[in-house]
């Protein structure tokens, strides 16, 4: 077979490593705010936290602050984005299909964006350290913000 030939191949091939790195970035990127959304309006709605939820928004924008000082601009972003080939988009673990309360929710939810912030921290080291020391930074308010959010929501169900 002529790998010239190949579509897919060549569709493969058409892509930069550094475009991948940028695909990466705004999955992550989407990730993190995604999730850090869910556990804001369990915080606003359910608890009824005001100060909570202000700060769960505060670093879901922050997310978005601080990838700006990154040489990438949206369109770059956006050009990188490859949804409907994303080998990733129909894996699903069984955990992921349950949930039996809130507080399951809220944890799946903020770390998975505690896991994007990592993914956005150890690849900003390639384009600027002080960014990557601001991901890591708000990684580990996500952290706190865990210690007191969860058990906060573990008591609705008691």
């Given at each position: 077979?002529i790998?010239?030939?190949?579509?897919?191949?060549?569709?493969?091939?058409?892509?930069?490593v550094?475009?991948?790195?940028?695909?990466?970035?705004?999955?992550?990127?989407?990730?993190?705010?995604?999730?850090?959304r869910?556990?804001e309006?369990?915080?606003?709605?359910?608890?009824d936290d005001?100060?909570l939820?202000?700060?769960?928004?505060?670093?879901r924008?922050?997310?978005?602050?601080?990838?700006?000082?990154?040489?990438l601009?949206?369109?770059?972003?956006l050009?990188?984005?490859?949804?409907?080939?994303?080998?990733?988009?129909?894996?699903?673990?069984a955990?992921?299909?349950?949930?039996?309360?809130?507080?399951?929710?809220?944890?799946?939810?903020?770390?998975r964006?505690?896991e994007?912030?990592r993914?956005l921290?150890?690849?900003?080291?390639l384009?600027?350290?002080?960014?990557a020391?601001k991901?890591?930074?708000?990684?580990?308010?996500?952290?706190?913000l865990?210690?007191?959010?969860?058990?906060?929501?573990?008591?609705?169900?008691?």
């Open positions: 077979m790998i010239g030939k190949d579509p897919e191949l060549r569709r493969i091939r058409r892509f930069s550094m475009d991948k790195i940028i695909r990466i970035f705004d999955a992550n990127l989407n990730r993190g705010r995604e999730g850090l869910v556990v309006d369990l915080v606003r709605f359910v608890l005001a100060n939820a202000s700060q769960l928004k505060t670093a924008h922050d997310i978005t602050l601080i990838a700006k000082q990154l040489p601009s949206e369109l770059e972003l050009g990188a984005r490859d949804s409907k080939s994303d080998v990733g988009a129909e894996l699903n673990s955990s992921e299909d349950i949930r039996v309360d809130l507080s399951q929710i809220a944890t799946a939810n903020i770390r964006s505690q994007a912030v993914v921290e150890e690849l900003s080291k384009y600027d350290t002080n960014v020391l991901f890591k930074k708000l990684r580990f308010q996500l952290y706190e865990e210690r007191q959010i969860l058990p906060k929501l573990m008591a609705c169900h008691a």
